[in-house]
């Protein structure tokens, strides 16, 4: 912090300072302070004064960490039944009295709500926010906030952009890496409290002693940080590595077999988070394939984890073209049936949206479908379909846009936050996933602003009211700059990316047009002279269904009735064009290419209008970062600089491609004031 009176103000409020209590956590906190205090305002590395003797009757310190259980002053206090409120996982951070002194203290009922209230504090300073008069009480939304690794045992890492997966299996579980650390403070810092190591298209030799020694090492790093670790677990492993004929959940032999496997992992990581589970999704084993449901193969694997505590994120992703349903239909119709036949540990897992990840897509059905069972969210924080770590895309107001997102289920106002935060159904067990965008890369997410998508995910898990404009700003202070005018500057560029992106890639509710396999670029293209052999469900026809009379998947009764699955008044709004938010036009409907939207524009202008739009506000950002190079540190600016000269040709060959695809079906001209593709 370089000014001066802002420093004198931090240093007069929060010197000395002391961390009561011996646990693993408090040393944590300590170092976090020793090194951030000693970072930010020059104090004196390390705690000043003694606490431990004379106390109560001389305390020196002017910023107090600690329970109320480690320490007589916080005893002392009158804090009213705050500390109730807060629960488990809160904490309070308060300017008081103590003898007549000031003194502000974090406190909390658990070492974990001490660090978390720990790092907000020190978020306060390095985003410049006063000190001297705080009364902060915040305790969690949802209680599993958990980041998903979708990392293979080899190290790579399934749509993973940032390099190769942090964890070195091979060299688990003597060497500790430092990254393990650095990694579980980050996410301790914004209330991340469990990871799953492993891909969720599991290698079922996570389950191997070999690996589970493994697996103890990295939950005993993490335990201190107040983070679980979880397993994704492959449904077919008793057959696979425990030698049965069959893994099928009715069996009482398999059924054993897990109760046996739980009761090995417990004994090594007494308090193992539990197990993810993708099911007869995408080629994966599943309880279907002995002819049992999917609450069948979570409660088998549900029960065995019970006795220790541990839950089953069981996941909603299910799709096969065989079922000759369409694919954005088939979650719900498989789980709907389901709801109140799970176990009280499970908890289903729904991707945000009805398809996969999509740079738009309206928020999945099953939010508002099934009342009696816990339903978990998956976002996705690597950008599979939006760019990978080339793209700048602030994800904020995607993951907004769905939390906010009205599902009507209970009348107005039963928003998927409330689903998810359990607010709305009164459960008790909720939870928030996020695909981690983290790899070995120097600067973890390939590219830097990757890194606030990690943010976000954390800030909303931790209460999804929040808004992302205010988390940007925080992160931007954190990361960037303090710089009023810049802030402001990047922060607009980043609440603007996710909407320049839809545009320069899917406007107008269009969907699923990328590069076949990899996802990367465009190509809506896929699908026009199919193989047999090539899933029509993985193609790009399949979603656009353009044709020479126009644009779109018919989702309403005539077609695949998808509005269906949705509540009054949803269903009806979606039924008609007109009612249907522009937004999400060509999900729901097919229209004709002269359609003429709210605006005047016809379905042809305006998607020319938008691809152009897309394009041009990604070249406008890139000018608007090089003017910012006062501001930014040299290396940061000039990764994004390269970054963003690579998305502005991108958006450019997006747009290009795209209109000059579907323009073969329209035939029609350039609307006016528009270049003709220079691709052509
Ligand atoms: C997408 C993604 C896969 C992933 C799958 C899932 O289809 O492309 O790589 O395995 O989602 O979420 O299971």
Request: charged share 20%; hydrophobic share 40%.
């Amino acid at each position: 912090i370089t000014n001066t009176r802002e420093r004198e103000g931090y240093i007069k409020a929060l010197s000395p300072w002391q961390v009561e209590g011996e646990a693993a956590t408090a040393d944590f906190i300590r170092q976090e302070l020793t090194a951030a205090l000693g970072a930010m305002l020059g104090v004196e590395a390390g705690p000043v004064g003694d606490y431990t003797h004379n106390s109560l009757a001389h305390p020196v310190a002017r910023l107090l960490v600690a329970t109320p259980e480690e320490s007589a002053v916080i005893r002392s206090l009158a804090l009213g039944d705050a500390l109730t409120r807060v629960g488990q996982e809160g904490y309070l951070i308060k300017t008081t009295r103590y003898r007549d002194k000031p003194i502000t203290i974090v406190t909390a009922n658990t070492h974990a709500g001490l660090l978390y209230g720990t790092f907000k504090l020190l978020q306060l300073l390095q985003t410049g926010q006063a000190v001297s008069n705080l009364a902060i009480e915040s305790a969690p939304a949802t209680k599993l906030r958990v980041l998903n690794h979708w990392d293979n045992l080899d190290r790579y890492v399934e749509r993973g952009y940032a390099g190769e997966s942090i964890w070195n299996w091979h060299k688990l579980p003597h060497y500790k890496s430092q990254r393990y650390y650095d990694y579980a403070r980050a996410n301790a810092s914004i209330g991340i409290n469990g990871v799953v190591l492993n891909n969720v298209n599991a290698d079922p030799l996570i389950l191997t002693p070999q690996y589970l020694v493994k697996v103890k090492a990295l939950a005993d790093i993490f335990r201190p940080y107040g983070i679980k670790v979880y397993l994704s677990v492959k449904f077919s492993s008793p057959n696979l590595i425990g030698g049965l004929p069959t893994s099928d959940p009715l069996d009482k032999n398999v059924q054993a077999w897990w109760q046996a496997k739980a009761n090995e992992i417990y004994s090594l990581i007494p308090d193992f988070g539990g197990f993810l589970v993708k099911a007869n999704s995408e080629g994966q084993p599943g309880p279907g394939d002995f002819g049992r449901s999917h609450a069948q193969g979570a409660n088998m694997l549900a029960d065995a984890l019970a006795p220790h505590g541990g839950n089953v994120m069981w996941r909603a992703f299910v799709y096969n073209v065989e079922a000759n349903v369409e694919r954005s239909k088939q979650a719900y119709n498989e789980f709907k049936p389901l709801d109140g036949t799970f176990r009280q540990n499970v908890l289903v897992q729904v991707k945000n949206g009805p398809i996969d990840f999509q740079p738009r897509e309206p928020f999945s059905p099953l939010f508002g479908a099934m009342p009696k069972t816990p339903l978990m969210m998956e976002f996705q924080i690597t950008q599979e379909y939006l760019g990978f770590s080339t793209h700048l895309v602030y994800l904020g107001p995607l993951y907004e846009e769905v939390l906010k997102a009205d599902t009507y289920a209970k009348g107005a106002g039963s928003t998927v936050a409330k689903v998810v935060d359990g607010s709305l159904y009164g459960h008790g067990i909720t939870g928030m996933a996020g695909v981690a965008n983290i790899g070995s890369d120097r600067n973890w997410t390939g590219h830097i602003f990757g890194q606030a998508n990690w943010y976000v995910f954390g800030q909303l898990a931790w209460n999804p009211e929040v808004s992302t404009k205010q988390i940007a700003d925080d992160w931007i202070r954190m990361t960037l700059t303090r710089d009023d005018k810049a802030v402001n500057t990047i922060r607009a560029m980043m609440m603007a990316s996710r909407e320049t992106a839809v545009n320069y890639m899917t406007p107008l509710g269009l969907h699923h047009i990328m590069g076949w396999g990899h996802h990367y670029g465009p190509a809506p293209w896929i699908g026009e002279q199919k193989p047999d052999w090539m899933r029509e469900d993985w193609t790009s026809v399949y979603y656009h269904s353009a044709n020479a009379t126009g644009l779109g998947k018919d989702r309403t009764a005539s077609g695949s009735n998808v509005i269906a699955q949705y509540h009054a008044p949803l269903r009806q709004a979606y039924s008609d064009p007109k009612t249907t938010p522009t937004e999400l036009l060509l999900w729901f409907h097919h229209l004709p290419w002269h359609y003429e939207l709210a605006n005047g524009n016809s379905l042809w202008h305006e998607l020319v209008a938008r691809y152009y739009l897309g394009a041009q506000a990604v070249a406008e950002m890139a000018k608007t970062w090089d003017g910012l190079e006062a501001n930014i540190p040299p290396q940061l600016f000039k990764q994004v600089q390269m970054a963003l000269a690579i998305q502005t040709q991108e958006a450019a060959w997006w747009r290009d491609a795209c209109v000059l695809y579907f323009q073969s079906y329209s035939k029609q001209s350039l609307p006016e004031g528009f270049a003709k593709p220079k691709h052509s």
